[in-house]
């Protein structure tokens, strides 16, 4: 049978030659980030194949599908398999190209290997990138606006760029389908183009080994079997911890992209924070006596640019002749500042953003983000099996139920804006109790509230009638969402029929 095969294609043989290849010093634990970075590729696409198969991109539907995908159990493991796939895969890389750096290994011949392992992970930043925008809830609309920006502000053809990526002058279906294509088409056509010629290039310069004066004195290991077994214990240590990941820390939904919300505090993904970090960091604006400097440029183009450039000289610009350590201390010392720097500017990002979250208002919880639009969804009925739920127009039934609700039942005593009558009445418009715990706003509608509060600086003691009975929590849950939604500047997360349902005073 083998024989048969062999015959026809060459495989065995082929097989062979792969498996007694020769590692220099022996096996070693050292030696497995390559291959777990191309298992960590390997997962990612086949779970990105799968998603979509349930993903919808447009503005209607993006976020819709998302929250179907969340709402599935199925589903809901595979979009976080491939979400912790991602950073493992991204955590990786870093990790092979440190050690890469470390060991001198990209030195001749090996330094288009090396070039090339650059791009790859370049390519794999975009992947991230482009795959953060696809959900389209609040993060993915702004964090993806922030990076759009900076491509508009590259010199010359960075608003061409900008407006190629974004499909137009402003976000929307267009640019999901941008997004799209880059993330599933292009850049993994990219990324497998590369890991071809990655490998290629390794197989014919063969493994670096470890670093010793000189080379010809290493005992010579096989790849078959203890490098191999290496390799897939690593591999499979990686992915136990994704599905660790994956089960315990699932990733979070927000809120649909809403354009118009002008609070909201953009996160990046955690290896784009240096980045941010760097960004937050350099004065709006800085002269040399009459000249002023374009810091934004400088912190997000220039100063990236200069470093990327940099990375891809290392194999020249290390002048070395070998590659022990003591004859590279340049290139090691730089190596360690730059990862000092990194980690600071990250940590630095990281805890300027948790402060700005913490100033913001606060973003509706994950049962309540899974639970919006169900009322609009099972009102218009055109959700088919767990595949993009189109969400209608703009105004929601639930929401129209909401304004009728309350010019009915509470307009006559609050106003028809909410706005109260001084003494009398408490405002609704921009009143903190409104905008604040839904729970206890539940509570006030269901049982009604007496006794002395006090908003805005004005008393009222007066009787607000208990509406359980007289409204269903259908309606009760509607008219909460109005009065949260759309009095004032009131801006606050909706409430759902289910929580009405589950109040317990
Ligand atoms: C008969 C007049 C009346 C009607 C009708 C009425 N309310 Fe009230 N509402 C009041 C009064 C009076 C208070 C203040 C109670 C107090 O002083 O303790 C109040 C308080 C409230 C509060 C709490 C405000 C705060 O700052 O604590 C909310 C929320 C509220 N009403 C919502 C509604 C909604 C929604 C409706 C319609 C379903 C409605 N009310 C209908 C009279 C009314």
Known sequence: MLNWIEKRTGFVSMTKDFLTEDVPGGASYWYVFGSATLFAMIVQIVTGIFLTFFYAPSADTAWESTR??????FTHFLLSVHYWGASAMIALVFLHLLQVLIWGAYKSPRELQWVVGVLLLLVTLVLGLTGYLLPWDMDAYFASQVSLNITGLAPIAGPILQNIAQGGGTMGTATINRFFGLHVWLMPAALVGLVGAHLAIFRH???????VDDPRKLKVGRFWPDQMFMDAA?????FVVIIFLTLFFPPFLDAKADPTNSQFVPYPAWYFLSLFGLLGLVPPSLS??????PMELIA???VPTVFLVVVLAIPWLDRSTTRSFSSRKGILWGTTIMVIVIVILSVYAQVTTMAKQAAAPPSPSQATVLAMSETSTTSTSTTAGGGAAPSGGAPSAGSANGAKVFSTNCASCHGAQGQGSPGAFPPLANNPVVTGDANKVIGILVDGLHGSISVAGQTYNGQMPAWKGTLSNGDIADVITYIRTALGNNKASAVTQAQVNAYKP
């Open 288 to 293: 040399i006596g009459p000249i002023p400097l």
């Open 205 to 211: 310069n063969g493994s670096a080994g470890p670093v």
């Open 68 to 73: 179907a995908i969340y709402l599935n159990p």
């Open 234 to 238: 690593v591999s499979f240590l990686v």
């Open 300 to 302: 997000t183009i220039i």
